[in-house]
């Protein structure tokens, strides 16, 4: 089974690419893992990761159809970050079809902007131990103090409301056309994204098996 996940950052993509993964048994590929460590031994990569450009498509395309040519991939595969733009998912789509295959499904976890922007700007570190929270999903027992080693929590620049809504501009410029060229090709499968993790992976099962896998 070939699916894709898309989904906006604070969607819990990655949690529900590594469920997918153990029920299906098949691997989770996710772009920007494999481009941090593509960038530990490629200079040019590497380069484009410091600087928080955006890899040219053609060579994101590359790495990732390299991937795609791992044994593991055999039953299929879960991308998650990857396309990320209409030349990429025409590319993939290529790809695949000069190989007999097709993507199955293309999973979209839709979130209202309004919640998003709540959960993301919602976040805390705590700046001794690293340790995450949510003061909604995931609060700590004593406000702004770590559970676990008591001490300060603070919020990451790019937690702050303003940035999490550029943030969120950047991501909704890139996903749109995607969702209408995978709509076009049937492919497209929209979750509701509010609610506990549990839930959405249980919406996202459901679907899949529904359409047959
Ligand atoms: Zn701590």
Known sequence: MRIVLLGPPGAGKG???????????IPMIVAGDILRERAK???????????GRL??????TGIIEKRLEEDDTREGFILDGFPRSLEQARALQEYLESRGQKLDHVVFIDIPEELLVK???SRRICENCGAIYNLITNPPAED????????????REDDKEEVVRKRLEV???????LVS???ELSVLRKIPGNGAVEEVYARIVD???SHGN
Request: aromatic share 10%; hydrophobic share 25%; with cysteine.
């Open 171 to 177: 991501y909704k410029k890139e996903t749109e056309p």
């Open 119 to 121: 959960r993301l700007s």
């Open 15 to 25: 949690t529900q690419a590594k469920l997918l993964s153990e029920q299906y048994g």
């Open 41 to 51: 031994v490629d200079e040019g990569i590497k380069r484009y990761v410091e600087s």
């Open 55 to 60: 890899v040219p498509d053609e060579v994101i």
């Open 144 to 155: 702004e103090r770590c559970d676990i080693c008591g001490g300060r929590l603070y919020q």
């Open 181 to 183: 060229f995978y709509e």
């Open 207 to 209: 679907v899949i098996e």
